[in-house]
């Protein structure tokens, strides 16, 4: 089989550039605006709004770091697993403040639609005004980092 110069094919590709290492200044404003973002949200919940913006974006570098934190955060597999697919998942599997973020979220990281009013009324019925600005903010931020790591192809299980 023969690719041409516009095939994306990363699985054999190397790391492009160490990005913190050439920009350290910019690398350093995205660790601190991810610090930010996250005051005062769950944990758990900014891992499975950040692996589920990591899917839609083909960020492998930062699923698997999500991933991971997620764990640590006590996520259950059957959770991290079910999240490609968590509109589908069973009643209980996530809770409607997850349902909204992750809804959110998604609309977001598909930004050429914009984010619909009744995404984000969901959203806004779940989480206080403060709440929501992080979140939103969560999203952001782990968007920036998806753009990062997939242009200078970050390796997985680098961090």
């Known amino acids: 089989m023969t690719t ?5 094919d990363s699985t054999t590709a190397p790391a492009r550039l160490d990005y ?14 991810d610090a930010a ?4 949200l769950d944990p ?14 083909g960020c492998a570098y930062c699923l698997d770091m999500h991933a991971k934190d997620a764990r640590k955060a006590g996520e259950t597999d059957e959770r991290i697993y079910l999240l490609p697919v ?10 409607e403040r997850e349902r909204a973020a992750l809804a959110l979220a998604e ?13 984000y009324a969901r959203a806004a019925e779940q ?5 929501l600005a992080q979140l939103i903010s969560v999203c952001f931020t782990i968007n920036t980092w998806n753009r990062i790591n997939v242009a200078t192809r970050k390796t997985p299980g680098t961090h």
Do not use: C
């Not at 041409?4 to 994306?8: E, M, P, V």
């Not at 913190?20 to 605006?33: D, E, H, N, Q, S």
């Not at 973002?37 to 005062?40: F, M, P, Q």
């Open 4 to 8: 041409n110069s516009t095939t994306k």
């Open 86 to 95: 968590w509109h589908e998942a069973p009643a209980g599997v996530y809770n």
């Open 37 to 40: 973002a996250r005051e005062g």
């Open 20 to 33: 913190a290492r050439t920009a350290p200044k910019v690398f350093r404003a995205v660790i601190a605006l």
């Open 107 to 119: 609309e977001i990281a598909r930004i050429e639609g914009g984010v619909s009013d009744a995404v």
């Open 127 to 131: 989480f206080a005004e403060a709440e």
């Open 44 to 57: 758990a919940l900014v891992e499975l709004v950040q692996m589920r913006t990591s899917q839609l974006n």
